[in-house]
C-alpha cells in the first residue's frame, strides 16, 4: 500500500527547504531580515512532512492565474 503524502495533493504547493546559500541571496534581494519573512508554524502539516525545524525558511511556489507560478517564503516559527 502506497503511504499517503500532502505533497502529492494537487491543492497543495510545492514546499522546499531554503539552503543557507538560497536563503542569502532571497534577503538581499529583498532587502530584509529573516525575521521579517511571514510566518509558518512547525505544527503545520506540510512543514511536518518536510521535516522542516524553527528557524528554516521555505520556499513555497503555487501555480497562479495571473503570474502563471508565484513563489513566497515563511520562516519556519
Do not use: C, W
Not at 31 to 51: A, G, H, S
Amino acid at each position: 500500500m502506497k503511504e499517503f503524502s500532502l505533497l502529492n495533493h494537487d491543492t497543495v504547493p510545492n514546499h522546499e527547504i531554503l539552503s543557507d546559500e538560497e536563503l542569502a541571496l532571497v534577503l538581499e534581494k529583498y532587502n530584509i531580515e529573516k525575521e521579517q519573512l511571514p510566518k509558518i508554524k512547525t505544527v503545520d502539516p506540510v512543514i511536518k512532512e518536510i521535516k522542516a525545524g524553527a528557524g528554516n525558511v521555505i520556499k513555497v511556489t503555487r501555480k497562479s492565474a495571473t503570474a502563471g507560478e508565484a513563489t513566497i517564503y515563511r520562516l519556519v516559527v
